[in-house]
């Protein structure tokens, strides 16, 4: 049967208006640059346009007085790109479109790190139920909020930028870590309880801090060691230590709890061992024949 919350939770019909509205608003935004970048070349055209170069140009055609008003008004507006030359007003909207794209991408970044402290501030592990913590609906308003950056990440995949984003939101990340080279989907879901360190590369895998067992909502820390690699389709799950030169190769599970020795190898769903840790050190270490006896005298 249905449960009692301990927290104020809003009314059924609320989500989805919530949802739609919010929708309707991200369509509108994302749409916005284009609006932007045509005012912007209008009166760009309208400063630097050079007189006695204006093309000619049919009048307008005409009308009756109930829309003389919106002819003249597009007329005027548009009048002003005449007064350039084709690959002008090309470069114009390029550039133009580039400089209000950026200014909307980095609008979108501060408000997906915003949304992050504001609604969940920093996460710690542990249990939070549906019906006794208001976690899981704090969390589920950010990730309608975080719609407003859709496929916007995918600018910082494989670069530094990445995870400087990602310790914006709470993540420990070292030196020289690849993050997403080819994207993934989802990214690290909760951020602030992953600790990756030096060198190491999370390639289209799912780092996911979370489980959720019949409402048994949990959340636990994941740690990644210097070095190690993540494959494409691997799946890391909370409880997870993967030691230093760990390595999870393409469609690999590790399980809640899993712990993955210093310079293993591991593959399959569920995991199992190719290459232990031992075997793979034995094989790296190269000892030198000559060097074991001293070299004989010439004659």
Request: proline share 6%.
């Amino acid at each position: 049967g249905f449960r009692v919350t301990s927290y104020l939770m809003p009314p059924w019909w609320a989500w989805p208006l919530a949802c739609t509205t919010w929708e309707g608003l991200v369509a509108a935004f994302r749409s916005s640059p284009l609006v932007i970048c045509w005012f912007i070349v209008t009166g760009l055209a309208a400063h630097f346009g050079q007189p006695g170069h204006h093309r000619s140009m049919p009048p307008p055609p005409s009308s009756d007085s109930s829309n003389s008003g919106s002819t003249v008004s597009v007329t005027g507006a548009t009048a002003h790109w005449t007064e350039l030359e084709l690959w002008q007003f090309v470069a114009l909207v390029q550039v133009t479109y580039a400089v209000v794209h950026l200014f909307e991408v980095m609008l979108c970044y501060g408000v997906d790190i915003g949304a992050k402290w504001a609604l969940l501030g920093r996460r710690q592990p542990g249990e939070y139920p549906w019906d006794a913590s208001s976690y899981c609906l704090r969390w589920n308003i950010y990730l309608v909020v975080c719609s407003l950056r859709r496929d916007m990440l995918d600018y910082l995949r494989g670069s530094a930028y990445c995870s400087m984003f990602f310790r914006c939101l709470g993540a420990h990340i070292g030196r020289d870590v690849c993050l997403y080279p080819t994207g993934a989907n989802p990214m690290m879901t909760e951020p602030d309880l992953v600790d990756i360190g030096d060198g190491a590369c999370v390639n289209q895998a799912h780092v996911i801090c979370h489980t959720n067992t019949k409402g048994a909502f949990a959340l636990n820390r994941i740690s990644v060691g210097a070095r190690a690699t993540l494959c494409s389709d691997a799946r890391v799950m909370g409880g997870v230590v993967i030691e230093e030169d760990g390595t999870l190769l393409e469609h690999t599970l590790a399980m809640a709890g899993d712990r993955v020795d210093a310079l293993a190898t591991w593959q399959g769903w569920p995991a199992r061992t190719v290459i232990s840790g031992r075997r793979r050190r034995e094989s790296t270490q190269v000892v030198p024949q000559a060097a074991a006896s001293p070299a004989s005298p010439a004659t």
